[in-house]
Structure formats: C-alpha cells, structure tokens
C-alpha cells in the first residue's frame, strides 16, 4: 500500500477531507481514536467538533482540555446526568439525541472559516442501535454533509446500513478489560 501525503503537496489540504469513519465494536477505545484523531487535526491548525451524545459530564478530561484549546476545538455534550436506560429511553433522552444531532447540521452550515473541518458524533452508533433516531436520518445527514468535512461516528452497534455508507470503519473488539473485575471510572483513563 502506497502513502502520498497530498496535504503536503497542495495549497487546499482541505480540499481531501470529506470521508466518513465510523469506529465500532465492544472494545473499549472507540471515543479514544477520535480524540487521537483531533489532537493530530488540531496540530495541523484544523479545527475540530466534537458532539457527545448520552454524556453530561463536566468532569472529563477531554472537556477540560476542550476549554484550553478553544475555538479550533469544540465540544458539546448532549445528555442528561445519571445512567441512561437504553432499552427504554425516556422522552428527553430521545430529545437529547435529536438536539445532538440538530447542532451538528447547524455547524455544517456555518460559514466557512466558522464551519469545523472534522464532525465526531460521539456514540452516536448508541442511538442509532437502540433505534432512538432512525439509520435513515443519519444517513441522509451524511449524504448532504459539506463535502469538505470529515466525519467520524463512534459508538458500538454501528448498523450494517451505516458500515456499508463509511469510507473507513473500525471494529474494536474486547479481548480482555477491567471492567468485569469490581472497576470504578479512573480519571485521565476511562475520563
């Protein structure tokens, strides 16, 4: 396989973004290779919009480095406190989910020097397995994105309709994890 930088060769490196990744699976690291990704977008002087879908937390590190690292980069959380009943959402669970993604078309509609060269929908791939927001919606999101724009949906149960519309899809898969030993969120790890 043959690597070509062509950022590196041209004076429109933006003009190459615009594919959809999608990074799945039951492995713990789906929001981590997001963030891996922004923090190489951010050095690159891109900005970056990171929507978190069932997340409420002011506590986590991302969101503290977010602040720091404002305007290029953006991160909204779109949750209530507390565990989520995913089987049976509660009404403003499913309204979160919708405003969610509402801001992320709001944000492709920005002008462009406002508008973020790569969209994480973090979890979303959640929201869609539990049929919380229809495949449909989100693909027709994806299909009329601004071209140049990078997207990247995170969450496990990615459906089948919305792997076959990714140019890049990831599977994390968990060989083995702490978590089913007696476990409690570490801060600067698990957030």
């Known amino acids: 396989m043959m690597y070509h930088d062509r950022a590196a060769d041209s004076h429109h490196p933006v003009k190459y973004f615009g594919k959809i990744h999608v990074y799945t699976g039951d492995g713990k690291g789906k929001t981590t290779a997001a ?12 900005s970056v919009l990171m929507i978190q879908f069932f997340k409420n937390h002011k506590d986590f ?53 406002k508008r973020p060269h790569i969209l994480i929908l973090d979890e979303i791939n959640v929201a869609l397995g539990y049929h919380m927001i229809p495949v449909a919606e989100v693909l027709d999101f994806l299909d009329n994105k ?46």
Do not use: C, W
């Not at 565990?83 to 509609?109: F, N, Q, T």
């Not at 076959?164 to 600067?188: C, P, Q, S």
């Open 61 to 113: 590190g991302e969101l503290k480095i977010g602040n720091l690292l404002q305007p290029q980069l953006e991160i909204v959380q779109f949750g209530q406190l507390g565990v989520i009943d995913l089987v049976h959402p509660s009404a403003i669970d499913i309204y979160y989910v919708r405003e969610g993604l509402d801001y992320a078309r709001k944000a492709l509609r920005r002008e462009p020097e």
């Open 146 to 191: 601004h071209q140049n724009t990078e997207i990247v949906l995170t969450g496990r149960y990615a459906p089948e309709a919305l792997i076959k519309r990714a140019d890049l899809v990831t599977e994390m898969n968990a060989i083995k994890h702490y978590y089913t030993d007696d476990f409690f969120a570490r801060k600067g790890i698990e957030h």
């Open 35 to 46: 963030l891996g990704l922004t923090l190489r977008a951010l050095g690159h002087g891109f």
